[in-house]
T-cell receptor, first 112, second 118 residues
Framework: QQQVKQSPQSLIVQKGGISIINCAYENTAFDYFPWYQQFPGKGPALLIA?????SEKKEGRFTISFNKSAKQFSLHIMDSQPGDSATYFCAVSTGGGNKLTFGTGTQLKVEL | GAVVSQHPSWVICKSGTSVKIECRSLDFQATTMFWYRQFPKQSLMLMATSNEGSKATYEQGVEKDKFLINHASLTLSTLTVTSAHPEDSSFYIC??????????????FGPGTRLTVL
C-alpha cells in the first residue's frame, strides 16, 4: 500500500515560472511533512517542512501549502530557475522525526 | 551545521565479498540513524533504523543477516553488505537525527554511497 502519492512524475517549467508538485497521504497519524531536493548522485537535502497545525509555510521561493481535510500538501517553487532542476521528494512521518516514507519523486526541469 | 558524511562515496566489489559503509554525523550527536536504498530513478526506501547502543530495526523484506548495521557511538553507524551480489548494486544513503522524538525532527542526509557489485 502506497502511503504517499506524488504527482506529477516529471515537470518542465520555463525560467521564472511557478513549479507545483503535489502529494497526498492516507494516514491521518502523519504529523510531519517535509520536501527534499536531490541532485543526481547526491543525497537528498531538506528544503522545507510543515506540521499540520498550519496551512502554509514559506521560505524564500519555496512554499508548502497544506490541506489537512483533503490530506494533501504541495510544494510551490516561485520564480523557478535552471538551478532548481532536480528531483523533488515529498515525505511523511509520524511521532516527530521518526522514519520517513517518501513519495515517488518528481523530476523538475527548468528551461531557459 | 548538521553535516553527515559517508565513506566511501563509491565502491566496486566482486560478487561474494562484503562491503562496509560508514555514516558519520560531524557536528552533532545522532541518537538515531537511518539507512535507505535508492535504485536508479526510484525513490528512497528505508532499510533500517538504528539507535545508538541497541539493535537495529529492519523494515519488512530487508534481510538483517545480509545488511548488518552497527551504531556503536553517537556519531557513527556502519552498514555492512555481506556476500554482496549484483542485485545489491544501489545507492545507499544514511540519515541522522539528533535529540528526542518530537524535538529535533529533522533528518540530515549523507551524500550517499554508490555500490557496484560485479
Amino acid at each position: 500500500q502506497q502511503q504517499v502519492k506524488q504527482s506529477p512524475q516529471s515537470l518542465i517549467v520555463q525560467k521564472g515560472g511557478i513549479s507545483i508538485i503535489n502529494c497526498a497521504y492516507e494516514n491521518t497519524a502523519f504529523d510531519y511533512f517535509p520536501w527534499y531536493q536531490q541532485f543526481p548522485g547526491k543525497g537528498p537535502a531538506l528544503l522545507i517542512a510543515i506540521r499540520p497545525d498550519v496551512s502554509e509555510k514559506k521560505e524564500g521561493r519555496f512554499t508548502i501549502s497544506f490541506n489537512k481535510s483533503a490530506k494533501q500538501f504541495s510544494l510551490h517553487i516561485m520564480d523557478s530557475q535552471p538551478g532548481d532542476s532536480a528531483t523533488y521528494f515529498c515525505a511523511v512521518s509520524t511521532g516527530g522525526g521518526n522514519k520517513l516514507t517518501f513519495g515517488t519523486g518528481t523530476q523538475l526541469k527548468v528551461e531557459l | 551545521g548538521a553535516v553527515v558524511s559517508q565513506h566511501p562515496s563509491w565502491v566496486i566489489c566482486k560478487s561474494g565479498t562484503s562491503v562496509k559503509i560508514e555514516c558519520r554525523s560531524l557536528d552533532f550527536q545522532a541518537t538515531t540513524m537511518f539507512w535507505y536504498r535508492q535504485f536508479p530513478k526510484q525513490s528512497l526506501m528505508l532499510m533500517a533504523t538504528s539507535n545508538e547502543g541497541s539493535k537495529a530495526t529492519y523494515e519488512q523484506g530487508v534481510e538483517k543477516d545480509k545488511f548488518l548495521i552497527n551504531h556503536a557511538s553517537l556519531t557513527l553507524s556502519t552498514l555492512t553488505v555481506t556476500s554482496a551480489h549484483p542485485e545489491d548494486s544501489s545507492f545507499y544513503i544514511c540519515s541522522a537525527r539528533s535529540g528526542r522524538a518530537g524535538v529535533g525532527d529533522t533528518q540530515y542526509f549523507g551524500p550517499g554511497t554508490r555500490l557496484t557489485v560485479l
